[in-house]
Every structure is written in C-alpha cells, then in structure tokens.
T-cell receptor
Framework: AQSVTQLDSQVPVFEEAPVELRCNYS??????LFWYVQYPNQGLQLLLK??????LVESINGFEAEFNKSQTSFHLRKPSVHISDTAEYFC?????????????FGQGTELSVKP | DTGVSQDPRHKITKRGQNVTFRCDPI?????LYWYRQTLGQGPEFLTY????????KSRLLSDRFSAERPKGSFSTLEIQRTEQGDSAMYLC?????????????FGSGTRLTVV
C-alpha cells in the first residue's frame, strides 16, 4: 500500500523568500505523484504532476517539484513566494494501473506568506 | 461547463439525524470519487464510481454510509444516524478517465457539522 508523509504541517515565510514543502512517499510499486493546492473555502486544484520522463516538473505560477526515486521524495519549491501563495498544499500519489485512479494524500502543509 | 458542483456547501445537523449530499460532476466525466477531509488532515478516499457502477468502497465507509450514482450522472452520499465523528468536509471529484494525464476536478466540498 502507498502512503504519503508531508514533513511540515506549517511553513511560515516572508514574501519574496524561497520556500520548500517536503513530501516523501512509500510504495512498493511505481506511482504517479501530484501536488494540489487548496485555498480557503475552495476545492483542491492540481498544481503539478509527475507521471514519467523528466524528473523536474513545473507549474505555470512558478512552482516546481523534483521526483527523486532513490529518496522517494517529491518536494515542492518556489524561488520567490507571493502573498497570494498562502494556502494549504497537499502531496498525493496514485497507482498507475489499478486501484481505480484514487489518490492517497499527505496530511497537508499550510503555507503562510507574510509581508 | 461550471466544473464539479456540490450541494449544500454547509450542513449542520443534530447527532442521530440522516443527511444527504449531492455531487454533480463535469458532464462528460465517467468517473466520480468521494473523499472525506477532517480538520488538519488530507483528504481520504471513500468510494468511486465508473458510470453508475460503484467499483470500490474504503473501509472508512461504514454501513451508515451509502453512495449512489443513478444513470451515471450526479451522485449522492447519505449518512444515516450521524455521529460527531462524521463532522468533516466531504469532497467530490470527477475525471474523464482513470488516466491521470486528464487529472481530477474537485468540487468545493460540503462541510458537515454534527452537533
């Protein structure tokens, strides 16, 4: 069975500073990896995903994540955060071929960007 | 297309009452998922449908919970004899395919409070 661990429940950071949100997963088989963002009172939105190929994936708003198979990690980074990045971020995995495409989520990391 | 709609957005109910939530997926999506998200935790998979067939149920879905998707369109999730532990955000998601290249679209959720 797969599991996901987000190592930090809260990350406070000042505006324009870099940030890294950590995610480690456990699985005996290959997985797909995702980062979702949840703004207050909204549903989850897909930020980026790793399916195969290049281990570095990027989002349109400046976030990137790197798949590291040896360390079973998929950390999310942004070189310079904005106030508008304040939200809850969830790392998730799914199994490519069975289990119906369901997602297994981590506990979430609350990113708080301060002016 | 307005995305995935969930109704109601908020529900307060007394312990022991029955509640029903509705999810309207994106019209062409054949897969529909229900997740539960408790405070400070990531979403947890409950069940999913492909068209009208319920293909998997999590062990989290006790016999007080029932989900349906008649005609493969909207879905309902009913909780009978609610308990305080049922208080959570109930999220619905839909997808066109189990292929994660298409990704999920999540609704904004129904927040249930059992008093």
């Amino acid at each position: 069975a797969q599991s996901v661990t987000q190592l930090d429940s809260q990350v406070p950071v000042f505006e324009e500073a870099p940030v890294e949100l950590r995610c480690n997963y456990s699985s005996s088989v290959s997985v797909y990896l995702f980062w979702y963002v949840q703004y207050p009172n909204q549903g989850l939105q897909l930020l980026l995903k790793y399916l195969s190929g290049s281990t570095l994936v990027e989002s349109i708003n400046g976030f990137e994540a790197e798949f590291n198979k040896s360390q079973t990690s998929f950390h999310l980074r942004k070189p310079s955060v904005h106030i508008s990045d304040t939200a809850e971020y969830f790392c998730a995995v799914s199994h490519p071929y069975n289990q119906g495409g369901k997602l297994i989520f981590g506990q979430g990391t609350e990113l708080s960007v301060k002016p | 297309d307005t995305g995935v709609s969930q109704d109601p957005r908020h529900k307060i109910t007394k312990r022991g009452q029955n509640v029903t939530f509705r999810c309207d997926p994106i019209s062409e999506h054949n897969r529909l998922y229900w997740y539960r998200q408790t405070l400070g935790q990531g979403p947890e998979f409950l069940t999913y449908f492909q068209n009208e067939a319920q293909l998997e149920k999590s062990r989290l879905l006790s016999d007080r919970f029932s989900a349906e998707r008649p005609k493969g369109s909207f879905s309902t999730l009913e909780i009978q004899r609610t308990e305080q532990g049922d208080s959570a955000m109930y999220l619905c998601a839909s997808s066109l395919s189990p292929d994660p290249n298409y990704g999920y679209t999540f609704g904004s959720g129904t927040r249930l409070t059992v008093v």
